[in-house]
């Protein structure tokens, strides 16, 4: 549902004749991108000349008509525009509308996840002010995106919004639509009698405004709702009224086929149920209710085909595919997909065909299908790229067709100086006087029109040469750090030839959990100081510094001639990275894996070097902290083993070479015996394999998942063995990873894992990383509440180690925190490392949570713990993880010399 830019007007405008004829302009032929931009561009010197909210207006309603001629070029001009107006005169609104702006066109080129990460940028400027139109649009815009993006909550709050603005206009239409966004969400998050509600408020608006679409609308959303509240004759009533309502509009509606234009009214908006039916199969889709996503959408299908649109049976078919996938019903869940998939691209609806393979490749990832996520989502990037080519074609085109209308012009305008000739000549016969001062006029209107002329052809062919030069920088450019991007870089590499030269590959580590703990504009922030610190080294070893993607550089340098100089370098890099940075008044550190290589040496094409680069910024990260490594041989022997390892890990649960060790841990106040942890050991044909080793590649490969989840069974059957022996309830803690934690199926598998084992779930302890923690905070605090709520205890891994924040920290529902053993093991040597031990047991308390003390190995360190009343500690000092016989024994010598601490 996009919003027409006309809603950008509002009553704060200083000269409101001008805003009123732009809106008039919108709200008349907002569905004729061409008509608007012809009855636009006489306005444009006038709002120049206003500047302020009235070229604010301007520039927002031309830009969006070219976005909807899918003319993004000229789109990304405008939007540029506003953001200087907005910098230059402290303009809230203008910031706020250029990106919406940005938004609204990326959206329409099917670009949604990007789409919404500028309209949620646009929020904190227009919360600034006070012009309800504007915010109306903008809160809609970002409810439609957070729809599309799978964020329902988000959208709810949005379009809450969008409906205080419209009453705050008294605007009824605008008011009917913003709560006719909000009753299919509340629909499918079972919010029956609030989706009622909404429904019939929206009707009650359109009603006043005398919108019969939006009236239909509401109500075949009302009889879905009496339907699910099984209230069988209410849903007959609000059919029959919504049969009666499509039988007044349906001459209208088959003249008005346009896109929606909510500023005149004449929207179809939902006109048919089937069009209700797919937005509340796609509703249900992102919000994983996967069985009635596929009633909804096979509902669509039925009525798509009964109305014979090629496209809606398209998108019906998709999102049956995709619910069957959901129910994990692969084959037939794949086929109806791609054959949904391939309908889109023989209609020729590319922008469609992005957004559902882009909703393809995300359900595939929640699913644990990392390499089909991967596969869809290269086909995505590919028909992306394909859209961006064909915007800078059509916008080349545009501006050839203009010029070639001038050429036409001048023709006329000579056309006519002959006819003026020829008269001038018949003349000539009755008065030689006249016949003399007309050739001297003719003559000086042939001056006049050809210093014009070629005034006016300097002037287009400049204008084209400068947009052509547009075009060429934007193509070879990142637009958030301004650097060269991976074209330019692979155009430089084939520039070069056989000339020697050495590529690097540079990836910032943990950068999404910076993102998810300080949002997007502070990760632009970030990249962007990190980007001038790495250049200014590139640039002085004589290279060149490029952004490959969101999380990665890369650098072409000149052959350094040995190795020692290679290293240098890399070191250098590493080093001007050591320096804090600041971002949003906070300090973050921030650590780097490079990978180095050389050509020819490494590789005798640029793709072999490209792929050693890679290889080496692989292993790089698989290192802590900063970090670089070139290229080797070896490299390849050592990814070579890592494909078998990986091979036969995942038989190795089949085949029962995977076992749990127990490591105990100890109440420091009374030395006795508290709980075990469960950890994970692989005993292969060929010996015990270590977990450092097995363990990233199952959480890399996606195997985590299943392995996680024998883990959590074993462990909670082996508490229940221990509790019912006899000997004590010892606390069992279970490591959590990071891909276990967001998989969708995780709360069932905890469940399942309880219920099978019969275990109290108040003796299992679930320890979460703090890394995995913050990749999406808010949604971890609500899962975690779950896990609350069913009696587990909750801990927090590793402390300390990444980059959660304290005011995260305390909204975490968590009992215990870990401190990690790296600032355990210097206790009693480095003063600094003991009094952050210190701080940490002190913060825990506090907040009410217990402390273990992970890696404890001597008497001294156990010596300090205490003293400083940590609660429990974990380590060789105390006992080593051992096999479950072994951990029985120990647990019975513990019992028999003083029990088990409670």
Not at 575 to 583: A, G, K, N, R, T
Not at 757 to 764: E, K, M, N, R, V
Request: net charge neutral.
């Amino acid at each position: 549902m996009l919003l027409s830019l006309s809603l950008f007007a509002g009553p704060s405008l200083a000269a409101p004749t001008l805003a009123q004829q732009i809106e008039a302009i919108e709200a008349s032929h907002g569905s004729e991108p061409p008509e608007v931009v012809a009855r636009l561009r006489p306005l444009e010197a006038q709002a120049r000349a206003l500047g302020g909210d009235n070229l604010r207006v301007f520039l927002a309603a031309w830009g969006y008509a070219h976005g909807m001629m899918d003319q993004f070029t000229v789109v990304d001009a405008a939007t540029a525009e506003l953001i200087d107006l907005g910098e230059r005169e402290g303009n809230a609104a203008a910031m706020a509308s250029a990106l919406a702006l940005r938004a609204t066109v990326l959206q329409l080129s099917g670009r949604l996840s990007v789409a919404y990460d500028w309209v949620n940028a646009s929020l904190p400027w227009v919360e600034k002010t006070q012009d309800e139109p504007l915010r109306y649009w903008v809160f809609m815009t970002a409810g439609n995106l957070s729809l599309a993006t799978g964020h329902l909550q988000e959208g709810l709050r949005s379009y809450a919004a969008a409906s205080r603005s419209a009453q705050a206009q008294s605007n009824p239409r605008r008011g009917a639509q913003a709560h006719m966004a909000l009753a299919p969400i509340r629909l499918v998050l079972h919010d029956i009698d609030g989706a009622r509600a909404d429904a019939q408020q929206a009707f009650r608006l359109a009603e006043s405004a005398g919108s019969l679409p939006l009236q239909l609308a509401a109500k075949l959303i009302e009889s879905l709702a009496e339907e699910e509240a099984g209230r069988g004759p209410a849903r007959d009533q609000a059919r029959e009224q919504a049969r009666r309502l499509a039988a007044q509009i349906e001459p209208t509606l088959a003249a008005s086929a346009a896109a929606v234009n909510p500023a005149s009214g004449s929207a179809t908006w939902f006109n048919t149920q089937a069009e209700v039916v797919q937005e509340l199969a796609d509703l249900h889709l992102s919000a994983r209710n996967f069985v009635a996503a596929q009633r909804y959408a096979e509902t669509a299908l039925k009525l798509a085909r009964q109305e014979g649109d090629d496209d809606a049976v398209a998108v019906a078919t998709i999102s049956s595919g995709l619910a069957r996938l959901g129910l994990r019903q692969k084959a037939p869940g794949d086929q109806l997909v791609n054959e949904g998939l391939a309908s889109l691209e023989k209609q020729g609806r590319k922008v469609r065909l992005l957004e559902q393979l882009n909703r393809y490749a995300g359900l595939l990832d929640a699913l644990g299908d990392a390499a089909g996520a991967l596969r869809q989502s290269r086909k995505a990037l590919g028909l992306e790229a394909e859209l961006v080519r064909n915007d800078r074609v059509s916008t080349v085109l545009e501006l050839q067709r203009r010029s070639s209308f001038e050429q036409n012009q001048r023709a006329l305008e000579s056309l006519k100086h002959d006819n003026e000739l020829q008269a001038s000549q018949l003349e000539r016969h009755r008065s030689e006087r006249r016949l003399t001062l007309g050739l001297a006029l003719a003559l000086l209107i042939v001056v006049l029109l050809t210093v014009a002329l070629y005034r006016r052809a300097r002037k287009a062919n400049r204008t084209l040469q400068a947009h052509n030069a547009e075009l060429a920088y934007v193509g070879l450019h990142d637009r958030v750090t301004g650097l060269p991007n991976r074209r330019a870089l692979e155009r430089r590499a084939r520039e070069l030839g056989n000339e020697s030269f050495i590529g690097l590959g540079i990836a910032i580590n943990r950068f999404s959990r910076i993102m998810g703990s300080l949002g997007h504009a502070a990760g632009d922030d970030l990249l962007c100081q990190v980007a001038g610190r790495l250049k200014s080294v590139v640039e002085a070893a004589g290279g060149r510094l490029y952004r490959m993607d969101g999380l990665s550089f890369g650098a072409i340098v000149p052959a350094l001639g040995d190795d020692a100089a290679l290293r240098g370098l890399l070191d250098r890099l590493l080093l001007v990275m050591q320096p804090v940075f600041e971002v949003q008044r906070q300090q973050l550190a921030v650590t780097l894996s490079i990978g180095a290589a050389e050509y020819p040496r490494h590789g005798a094409q640029t793709s072999d070097v490209a792929k050693a680069i890679q290889l080496a910024m692989r292993q790089a990260q698989g290192q802590p902290g900063n970090s670089a490594v070139v290229f080797t041989q070896g490299l390849l022997a050592d990814q070579q083993d890592r494909l078998q390892l990986e091979a036969r890990l995942s038989q190795a649960l089949e085949r029962g070479e995977l076992e749990l060790f127990y490591q105990a841990q100890c109440d420091l106040r009374t030395r006795r015996l508290s709980g075990f942890e469960a950890l994970l050991r692989w005993r292969s044909p060929d010996g015990l394999i270590p977990p450092d080793r097995f363990i990233p590649l199952a959480e890399e490969s996606g195997l985590i998942v299943p392995i996680g989840r024998w883990v959590l069974q074993q462990a909670c059957r082996q508490a229940k063995v221990w509790h019912d022996s006899g000997l004590g309830r010892p606390l069992m803690a279970i490591n959590i990873s990071p891909r276990q934690f967001q998989h969708p199926e995780f709360m069932a598998t905890v469940r399942e894992a309880l219920e099978s084992a019969g275990i109290d779930p108040h003796f299992i302890e679930l320890e979460i990383t703090e890394g995995a923690m913050m990749d999406d905070a808010e949604s971890t605090i609500a899962k975690m509440a779950e896990l609350r709520a069913l009696g587990l205890h909750l801990a927090i891994d590793d402390f300390g180690t990444g980059y959660s924040s304290l005011a995260y920290l305390k909204r975490f529902p968590i009992n215990r925190l870990k401190i990690d053993r790296a600032f355990v093991r210097d206790l009693g040597q480095d003063e600094g490392g003991a009094a952050i031990v210190q701080a940490m047991i002190q913060l825990s308390h506090s907040l009410g949570m217990t402390v273990v003390a992970e890696g404890v190995e001597d008497a001294a360190q156990e010596a300090c713990l205490r003293g400083w009343q940590c609660d429990v500690m974990q380590g060789f000092g105390y006992a080593r993880p051992v096999p479950v016989a072994d951990a029985t024994a120990f647990l019975q010598k513990c019992h028999g010399e003083a029990g088990v601490a409670a």
